[in-house]
């Protein structure tokens, strides 16, 4: 109810407008949203940021460069950044992916080299490639960053470091000397974003602001390993753990809302020609697009709870020492991270769609959201490096599975049971346990059929970089079967200890239900082709699905009722409460700032020629335009 945090028009601002709005309303949240003593906020105050987080910039200062600096820094490092990064009296953001690298973390060009007669670290983008490019809040926001770059000592290369560099002066904001910085223009979304660019010439820092709790340089110049390198990777893990809640699920949820509340008050068309005009949620086709794309939600959300509870065990696992679930956990959050970005980006846009013109309209706030979830399929890893990624961990623990019993998220690879399918009616196919043992048997199948098909290939004279080249389609199916699995047991698993009624217990079954039977439907090739199911049984998944729908529909308002979103947040005409779509679509586009006059100056000048011409025209004074 804070009238300094209602919503702008945000479509009706110049991005440098969004840019300043976004600014205003983040340090003005911070100032009256979160307690002095400390970054968590609780209560109201976390579910209101949760929910408004699009509105929001500084996210990689908060999300990404603020836990950099528990993650990478020693006791000393973190007491002196951390409280000046917490209450944002330095700006940071996490610099490294650059203008010729991103995925390949080994290519990275920047150079940090040692100065060992005044215990310095020389930064250098070598040439254009090195220079830093994508950073969030880097453009004009941030006055640190928290640099990855290449360690070098007596020319000897030590990989990828990170080094706290400031590029701005603290008090006049300037770049400092050997420091080009800039916005990179405009995006697809993030329009309130300052992504950066960053181009480091000899700029000079202490010895001491090499991040340093994995690793060291004594003033000699020596090189201390402190720990598992891989957890220089650390950072990434954890927000690809975080973003999957704040930048698909939250997202998706939001796009759900409008679109099913919009489904049942747009009115078009018959299904019975005797009866009168049907809210377009009545026609099945409309359920099969929106139903599915609701369920995600809920079962992105389970699994990402799972996950992130995963995370935090590993967390302190590493506190102790005990890195041994790294392997497991990177696999996870890659695996995951991907998948399901993959999915609710596509599925926001499937649910736009779903809204015909009015979808299209920015006044309805899914072109909005849909652009932005594009952006989770590239960062914090490319999509497709990450399912490689994944894949890569499944094929190894498929060879150990042929010796060992494994446990964790791959225990289904050495479980040697008989898991065929003996569902006879679609109802037999609803069952919760029947489709978790589907989707571990086709993922299963997967990870076995890309290892065997590479095996092959090895065998016969192929190089194994080679095969794994030429399978890498095989091995992203493999990932996303791992993935889809996942879910779907994770969620049974979750729902099922939920204590809650037994209405809402039904609902949520039933939405698990419908978000397996999708997967199924989705992607019955795989299906049928590892024998997980026959051709009949098919055809009853497709009804089981269908029956789900039928279900739902009644609850279909309730349930995405329950994300709890306010009008304020939601922004569209489409999504709000009150139902009035039609009102506040008009009141929405007079707003525009076209509408500020009724004859627009610009195009009355080009156009006034032909006017006057086509008057006369139409009154017999002239001829009739060559035109
Ligand atoms: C009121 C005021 C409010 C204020 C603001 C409000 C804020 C509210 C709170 C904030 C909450 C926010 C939550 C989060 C939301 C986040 C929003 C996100 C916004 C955008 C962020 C985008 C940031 C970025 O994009 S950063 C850059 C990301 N870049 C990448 O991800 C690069 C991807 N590439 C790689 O990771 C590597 O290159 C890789 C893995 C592909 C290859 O690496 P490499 O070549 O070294 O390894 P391999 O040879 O493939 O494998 C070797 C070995 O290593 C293992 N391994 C690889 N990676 C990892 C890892 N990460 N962890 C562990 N192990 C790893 C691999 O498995 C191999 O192991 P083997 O045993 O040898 O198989
Ligand atoms: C909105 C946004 C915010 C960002 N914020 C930050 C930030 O704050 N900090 C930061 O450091 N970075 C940031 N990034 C950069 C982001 O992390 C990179 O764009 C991302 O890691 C992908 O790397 P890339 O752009 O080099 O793509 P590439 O890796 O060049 O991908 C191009 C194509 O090559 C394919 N490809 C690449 N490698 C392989 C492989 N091994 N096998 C098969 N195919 C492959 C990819 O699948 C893709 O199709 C941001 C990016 C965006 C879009």
């Not at 640099?147 to 990170?162: F, N, Q, S, T």
């Not at 979304?189 to 090499?210: A, K, M, T, W």
Request: net charge neutral; with cysteine.
């Amino acid at each position: 109810n804070d009238t300094s945090m209602q919503h702008r028009n945000l479509n009706h601002m110049t991005r440098e407008e969004r840019f300043s709005e976004a600014m205003r309303r983040t340090l003005y949240a911070l100032k009256v949203l979160l307690p002095r003593e400390g970054w968590t906020p609780v209560g109201p105050e976390m579910k209101y940021l949760a929910r408004a987080i699009k509105e929001f910039t500084f996210i990689i200062h908060a999300g990404v460069f603020i836990p950099c600096i528990m993650s990478y820094g020693t006791n000393e490092q973190i007491a002196k950044w951390f409280p000046l990064a917490a209450d944002f009296r330095i700006i940071g953001t996490y610099a490294q992916t650059e203008l010729g690298h991103g995925s390949f973390l080994r290519g990275l060009e920047t150079i940090a080299t040692y100065d060992r007669a005044n215990q310095e670290f020389i930064i250098n983008c070598p040439k254009i490639t090195a220079m830093k490019w994508w950073p969030g809040d880097m453009g004009k926001s941030a006055n640190h960053v928290l640099l990855m770059a290449e360690l070098v000592i007596d020319g000897k290369k030590y990989g990828m470091h990170g080094f706290m560099v400031q590029i701005r002066d603290l008090t006049t904001h300037e770049p400092l000397p050997g420091v080009t910085v800039g916005d990179i223009g405009a995006k697809l979304s993030f329009e309130s974003v300052d992504n950066g660019f960053l181009y480091l010439q000899n700029v000079r820092i202490p010895r001491e602001n090499l991040l340093s709790k994995l690793s060291e340089v004594h003033p000699d110049g020596t090189y201390i390993k402190k720990g598992n390198q891989r957890l220089m990777y650390g950072s990434m893990v954890r927000v690809r753990v975080n973003l999957i809640a704040h930048e698909i699920v939250m997202p998706l949820a939001k796009a759900c809302t409008i679109a099913v509340r919009y489904s049942a008050v747009r009115r078009q068309g018959l299904i019975n020609p005797s009866k009168e005009e049907v809210p377009v949620l009545d026609y099945v086709a409309q359920q099969h697009k929106l139903l599915p794309q609701v369920a995600t939600v809920f079962m992105a959300h389970f699994a990402a709870k799972q996950l992130v509870k995963m995370h935090h065990d590993y967390s302190l696992e590493v506190e102790k020492g005990n890195t041994s679930q790294l392997p497991e956990l990177h696999a996870l959050s890659a695996g995951m991270k991907a998948c399901l970005s993959e999915q609710g980006a596509a599925g926001a846009e499937i649910v736009r769609r779903a809204c015909g013109g009015h979808g299209y309209s920015c006044g309805s706030g899914l072109p909005f959201i849909v652009n932005r979830m594009l952006a989770t399929c590239t960062y914090e890893g490319e999509n497709t490096v990450m399912q490689l990624q994944c894949a890569r961990y499944l094929i190894k623990c498929a060879d150990q599975a042929k010796k060992d019993k494994l446990t964790g998220s791959v225990w289904y690879l050495s479980d040697f049971s008989n898991m065929s399918c003996t569902a006879q009616t679609f109802g037999d196919l609803q069952e919760p346990s029947v489709l978790v043992k589907l989707h571990e048997r086709r993922a299963k199948c997967a990870v076995q059929h890309a290892g065997k098909k590479m095996q092959n290939m090895v065998k016969n004279g192929t190089p194994a970089h080679d095969a794994w080249n030429m399978m890498a389609t095989l091995l992203i199916n493999a990932a996303r079967a791992h993935i889809m699995q996942y879910v779907v047991g994770t969620s049974v698993t979750y729902i099922s200890e939920l204590s809650c009624s037994a209405s809402l217990k039904k609902i949520l079954t039933q939405l698990c239900a419908l978000y397996a039977l999708h997967n199924i439907n989705s992607n019955c090739g795989d299906f049928v082709k590892f024998g997980c199911l026959t051709s009949a049984q098919c055809d009853l998944a497709q009804e089981a699905e269908f029956n789900l729908l039928k279900q739902l529909r009644p609850d279909a308002v309730g349930i995405v009722d329950s994300f709890d979103f306010t009008d304020d947040i939601l922004q569209s005409c489409l999504g709000a409460y009150d139902g009035n779509v039609y009102e506040r679509l008009f009141e929405w586009a007079k707003q525009a700032p076209m509408n500020k006059t009724e004859v627009h100056q610009d195009s009355y000048q080009y156009l006034q020629p032909y006017l006057h011409e086509g008057r006369d025209v139409l009154e017999g004074r002239g001829r009739n335009s060559k035109l």
